[in-house]
């Protein structure tokens, strides 16, 4: 069954380091999303990503986030200089469409700890 | 504005007793549905979803879900527990915004089993 494949599983870094989070979406999925979860609390939407340009972000997703879909595979979520507070997992996801009847499939995770 | 509650934080039962995992949205229109799962490492599982019609749906694993628009419900359900069944469980709702859908996803409920 086509998977959504993350990297690295798990990160670990000092607070200001700049981050990329990537992620390799099903091949004919055309939409691309990412989630976080903080530890104890809800999934929630970041930004999600089309024809290489965001469509749609939340306000968590501020001038410290970027997305970018560098090549015809991944899909990478950068921080450009980490907070405390950004520690969580991150989840990435792609659909074939938008329509509500399009399911997400998302990928593991990748948990990061910003110390 | 969309919301999705899950009353229940953590619940125990044991293996074989039957389960009902609780759910209530909040959306204006139709909502689409959707229950994941998250097992310990791993990613956001669908277990199943609600677009329209039947409002008992089946999903993989043995667990079904009832829509009940008079509630603004969709509880979770299966009849016998079994241990692989511990895991995180997510309620979510597809939320509409300026064409493109975003998952709203409820608290989760950590479901134990006893052997």
């Known amino acids: 069954e086509p998977e959504v494949t993350q990297t690295p599983s798990h990160q670990v870094t000092q607070m200001g380091q700049e981050v990329i989070l990537r992620c390799v979406p099903i091949s004919n999925h055309l939409y691309f999303y990412w989630y976080r979860q903080i530890l104890g609390q809800k999934v929630e939407f970041l930004v999600s990503?089309?024809?290489?340009?965001?469509?749609?972000k939340s306000e968590i997703f501020d001038d410290q986030f970027s997305v970018e879909r560098p090549d015809g595979s991944n899909f990478t979520l950068k921080i450009r200089s980490t907070k405390l507070e950004d520690s969580a997992m991150y989840f990435c996801?792609?659909?074939?469409?938008?329509?509500?009847?399009?399911?997400?499939?998302f990928g593991a995770g990748s948990r990061l700890t910003v110390l | 504005a969309q919301s999705v509650t899950q009353p229940d934080i953590h619940i125990t039962v044991s293996e074989g007793a039957s389960l009902e995992l609780r759910c209530n949205y909040s959306y204006g229109a139709t909502p689409y549905l959707f229950w994941y799962v998250q097992s310990p490492g791993q990613g956001l599982q669908l277990l199943l979803k609600?677009?329209?019609?039947?409002?008992l749906v089946q999903g993989i694993k043995g667990f079904e879900a009832e829509f009940k628009r008079s509630q603004s419900s969709f509880n979770l359900r299966k009849p016998s527990v079994h241990w692989s069944d511990a895991a995180e469980y997510f309620c979510?709702?597809?939320?509409?915004?300026?064409?493109?859908?975003?998952?709203?996803f409820g608290a989760g409920t950590r479901l134990a089993v006893h052997p």
């Open positions: 990503f089309y024809n290489n340009e965001i469509s749609e």
């Open positions: 996801a792609s659909s074939e469409g938008v329509s509500g009847a399009n399911v997400l499939t």
């Open positions: 609600y677009f329209s019609g039947d409002t």
């Open positions: 979510a709702v597809a939320a509409f915004s300026g064409g493109y859908n975003k998952l709203i």
